[in-house]
């Protein structure tokens, strides 16, 4: 290693988030994270839900440390310590010749890194900022540290950072299959399809709440598996039967079978937290009523046009067909639940585009908006119920950031950027 100069070497990557359409919950190994079933994901358009994470490496470090969202935090725990070590295990030489820095694989050891991981949507609120998080950190170490670009591996490493981080690896329709090993070496992500496969789709996230939750997926799957007998029956007789009809929905492009599959799949998880001792309640009167009105638009469209699932809280993700659904999804949405203030500009964001799409410029334009006529008792309208929606689509996998303002590390003094 060359010594003496305090060179600072950084990489920076940038991982979108993903929401699982048929849900992981509950682990057979707490401290490797092997699930009880297969999940699959989607992965979402890192622009509007992504990490982003500069890691560096000095000799002029004397220990690990990381900063998130501005930030210092404690890297001891046993999930940073289990990807940094099985990173650093694979770590590989690395020249930078122009600098003059010549790194040894047996020299990752003993360098310390510094990392700064900013998130561009709420951390600890039930939207998987844990999976991106885990997935950038894993992805850009790798690169730092030069690891051999076997995705799947990485994504055995991320999972052991968070279970759904494994699937952050990949863009577009992502399967994590479980895996039979004890030592967890075959419980990986696979990508099913990229995301230009079926790119009609549209994603509207309702923010319902942001404020970070009660139960955290970690401790709440464990409760589950301790409590629940219908997570037996779940895991092992109802998933492996809707994972094989999900694959065949995402490769046919079937938007039927792959509503019905995602809403009663998301549905079952959240009976699942229910038949838990004591019961985990993730969703509230708003989630409540989002399922309501999509149920009905649904079931009066006589087919499914759109579908929701909810992860470990009360925000809605609901999948829509194609743009023209999304359009009177939204007319939908903004006539049951406008904004409080009048800021259509932070009501909204995300694909702006989903929005003019819409015919939906001002906040006159959402109170002129017609009762949708399948409702039965118009005026109901919950002002405020939701905080903000984000439009999204499916997006691609991580990837390096090259341009010196994504840096989040200063590369004179190796110290997070701002703080
Ligand atoms: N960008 C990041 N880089 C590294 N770790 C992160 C990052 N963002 C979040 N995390 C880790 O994930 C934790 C939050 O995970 P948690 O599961 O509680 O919430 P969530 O992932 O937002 O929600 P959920 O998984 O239920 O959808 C943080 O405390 C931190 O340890
Ligand atoms: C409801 C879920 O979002 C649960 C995600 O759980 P986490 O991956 O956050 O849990 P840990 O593995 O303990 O970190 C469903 C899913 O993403 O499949």
Redesign the pocket.
């Known amino acids: 290693m060359a010594t003496g100069a305090q060179w600072v070497l950084t990489a920076t990557g940038r991982s979108p988030t993903?929401?699982?359409v048929?849900?992981?919950?509950g682990?057979r190994d707490d401290a490797l994270?092997l699930?009880v079933n297969d999940?699959i994901?989607v992965t979402l358009d890192p622009d509007h839900l992504s990490a982003t994470t500069t890691v560096a490496a000095s000799p002029a470090f004397p220990s690990d440390r990381m900063w998130l969202n501005g930030k210092e935090i404690a890297l001891s725990g046993g999930?940073f310590q289990s990807c940094l070590r099985e990173i650093r295990k694979r770590a590989r030489d690395v020249e930078d010749e122009k600098r003059g820095i010549k790194i040894k694989k047996e020299d990752w050891e003993k360098l310390h890194v510094h990392i700064a991981s900013y998130n561009n949507f709420p951390t600890a609120a039930?939207l998987?900022s844990?999976?991106a998080g885990?997935a950038c950190l894993v992805f850009t170490l790798g690169k730092l540290m030069n690891v051999n670009e076997d995705y799947g591996e990485l994504s055995s490493i991320a999972?052991q950072?968070?279970?759904?981080?494994c699937?952050s690896t990949y863009g577009g329709f992502v399967k994590?299959c479980m895996g039979k090993n004890d030592d967890g070496s075959d419980s990986m992500a696979v990508q099913l399809v990229d995301e230009s496969h079926w790119d009609d789709l549209v994603i509207i996230i309702a923010v319902v709440s942001s404020k970070q939750k009660e139960t955290?997926?970690?401790s709440g799957?464990r409760d589950t598996v301790e409590t629940s007998p219908l997570l037996q029956y779940r895991a092992q007789t109802v998933v492996p039967g809707r994972i094989l009809k999900m694959e065949e929905a995402i490769k046919n492009r079937d938007f039927e079978s792959f509503a019905r599959l995602t809403c009663v799949d998301s549905n079952q998880?959240h009976a699942v937290c229910l038949d838990t001792s004591p019961p985990i309640f993730?969703m509230n009167d708003t989630s409540h009523r989002i399922i309501s009105l999509v149920e009905k638009w649904n079931h009066s469209e006589g087919t499914p046009h759109v579908a929701y699932t909810f992860?470990?809280g009360p925000n809605a993700v609901l999948i829509a067909r194609n743009r023209k659904t999304d359009t009177l999804l939204l007319q939908r949405l903004l006539y049951c639940f406008p904004p409080q203030e009048n800021d259509l500009d932070s009501y909204m964001v995300g694909d702006k585009s989903i929005l003019s799409g819409a015919g939906v410029q001002s906040i006159a334009d959402i109170e002129a908006l017609p009762p949708p006529p399948e409702m039965k008792t118009p005026n109901q309208k919950f002002k405020g119920d939701v905080s903000y929606f984000i439009c999204s689509r499916p997006g691609a996998g991580p990837k390096v950031l090259t341009e010196e303002s994504h840096t989040l590390i200063d590369s004179a003094t190796g110290l997070a950027k701002g703080v």
């Open positions: 993903n929401i699982a048929i849900k992981y919950w682990k994270i699930p999940s994901s999930r039930g998987a844990s999976a885990f999972r950072g968070s279970g759904s981080a699937r994590w955290s997926s970690t799957m998880f993730y992860d470990a």
